[in-house]
């Protein structure tokens, strides 16, 4: 099992990113995805769900509106694409897989949102 974070960076306030998340070694298609943040001295958070066929999504109320999930089960990935970033979105985003367990999360992309 392998998920490769990757699309963080520096970016000022009002900014735009798209993270992507690649997974490999299951069966992607067929698992929920959810992405997270942690930023420093705070616990992990969980920022966005998308459903194994991406037809439901959930946010946390912090992101809503701003963040959008999505996901290619052809390229094995998921995206979120935000928007609208302040610099209390910096943080560590990692990808999860749920059912994964403890196996299930890749090593985090840095998204520092600052002028």
């Known amino acids: 099992v392998l998920l490769v974070e990757s699309g963080g960076g520096l970016v000022q306030p009002g900014g735009s990113l798209r993270l992507s998340c690649v997974a490999s070694?299951?069966?992607?298609?067929?698992?929920?995805m959810r992405w997270y943040r942690q930023a420093p001295g705070k616990e992990r958070e969980l920022v966005a769900t998308?459903?194994?066929?991406?037809?439901?999504?959930d946010y946390a109320d912090s992101v809503k509106g701003r963040f959008t999930i999505s996901r290619d089960n052809a390229k094995n990935t998921v995206y979120l694409q935000m928007n609208s970033l302040k610099p209390e979105d910096t943080a560590v985003y990692l990808c999860?897989?749920?059912?994964?367990?403890?196996?299930?999360w890749g090593q985090g992309t840095q998204v520092t949102v600052s002028s």
């Open positions: 070694g299951f069966a992607f298609s067929g698992y929920v």
């Open positions: 998308i459903t194994s066929t991406g037809d439901i999504t």
């Open positions: 999860y897989a749920p059912l994964l367990g403890s196996k299930g």
